[in-house]
């Protein structure tokens, strides 16, 4: 069982670059989301998905695209990275309902 | 707006001791409150309070809730170098079950 797992663990991006985050589970958790976190922030929701096929804008979504086209997989994009998404990227799934959320290690993206 | 605010942000103790960790908060559709350890990497999970007034208990952490004055308090006694992480709280709202962190509680223990 490995739980939540992302790839890649690190990465760096120049200005306008794109790149695909992806976030994996193993557990049939119905639930994922993708988090940012940032010095002094805390963990800040990016967007969430509910199930397979579905996904919602969380607290800060501008910037981010996602897709979540098998149950276990959930894909964050980057358009045209900019500095400001500099960033500890946490992926975490769960059962939903008042279960808790398991994350994944994080990726750690660096846009110069 | 859903808000959590976690004190003190930082805190230095000595091995031994005894600390107290807080979390308030001020969200619509609350659900629960989660508690996370975070070292270096992912948060990982310690205790999840629904219900006022019931301690949780996990070997020498405990947290309970008060849900009339919105805050709970982590507590860790006998502290140990081990213990030294960021303390996350969160707040479940809404049917998605979302989360919704504080900044955080950074604890150093020294021997």
């Known amino acids: 069982n490995a739980g939540v797992t992302q790839t890649p663990k690190f990465r760096v991006l120049k200005t306008g670059q794109s790149m695909t985050l992806l976030c994996a589970q193993d557990m049939n958790h119905e639930y994922m989301y993708w988090y940012r976190q940032d010095p002094g922030m805390g963990l800040r929701l990016i967007h969430y998905?509910?199930?397979?096929?579905?996904?919602a804008k969380g607290e800060v979504p501008d910037g981010y695209n996602v897709s979540r086209l098998k149950k276990q997989n959930f894909l964050l994009g980057l358009e045209s990275a900019a500095p400001s998404q500099t960033s500890v990227y946490f992926c975490?799934?769960?059962?939903?309902?008042?279960?808790?959320?398991?994350f994944g290690p994080g990726t750690r993206l660096t846009v110069l | 707006e859903d808000k959590v605010v976690q004190s003190p942000l930082s805190l230095v103790v000595h091995e031994g001791d005894t600390v107290t960790l807080n979390c308030s908060y001020e969200v619509t559709n609350f659900r629960s409150l989660l508690w996370y350890k975070q070292e270096k990497k992912a948060p990982t999970f310690l205790f999840m309070l629904?219900?006022?007034?019931i301690e949780k208990k996990s070997g020498r952490l405990s947290s309970i809730l008060d849900k009339k004055e919105l805050f709970s308090i982590l507590n860790i006694t006998a502290t140990q170098t081990g213990d030294s992480a960021i303390y996350l709280c969160a707040v479940v709202v809404g049917t998605a079950s979302k989360l919704t962190f504080g900044t955080g509680t950074r604890l150093q223990v020294t021997l």
């Open positions: 629904t219900s006022s007034g």
């Open positions: 998905s509910v199930g397979e096929g579905t996904t």
């Open positions: 975490a799934s769960s059962s939903g309902g008042l279960l808790e959320q398991f």
